[in-house]
């Protein structure tokens, strides 16, 4: 097979593949430490030279300023706050999972045995990735089925609601004891 035929194989199962995704979703790729803005650079120039804005949407290195004092001269320097790991804003199948997991520098995908495990919102929410805000229709005391996650097929009665952190808190039935737990809003559908 040819370079020509390759790069046509690839831009054709990743029209396919945005075709079936659901939504992009937020992943953690290992690097090797000192590596993250050159990681980071080259999937930048993959996602441009194979077309793939649609499929990989953001590459980000989170950094935070910090204001360093040496010889008594105050300096302000970005500093990361993950060293070794680069954040991905994509749509996972076969061809992104292969752009990335085969840039020079990766090491893997942060989930069990390199299996990609994308970040949950709350997570998200306190690296300071914008997360949309869901609105739903229930109040104390509506019942609601778990659609997703890991309390998945329990329903419950709701016990509270916390707009903020936009979660509702059920009662889920654990080694026969009713325990209370918090299930984002998207997670949950009305009863």
Known sequence: MSEMEMEAALQTAAEESASQAGEAKWYVAHTYSGYENKVKNDIEKT???RKLQDQILEVAVPVQDVVEV???VKKTVSRKLFPGYVLLNMYMNDVTWYIVRNTRGVTGFVGPESKPVPLTESEMRTLGINVKEVHI?????DMIKVVTGAWEGNSGEIKSINEGKQTVTIEVDIFG???SVEIGFSDIQKM
């Open 47 to 49: 996602i441009e030279n």
């Open 70 to 72: 040496k010889n008594g």
């Open 137 to 141: 229709d229930v109040e104390v005391g």
């Open 177 to 179: 004891r009713a325990t």
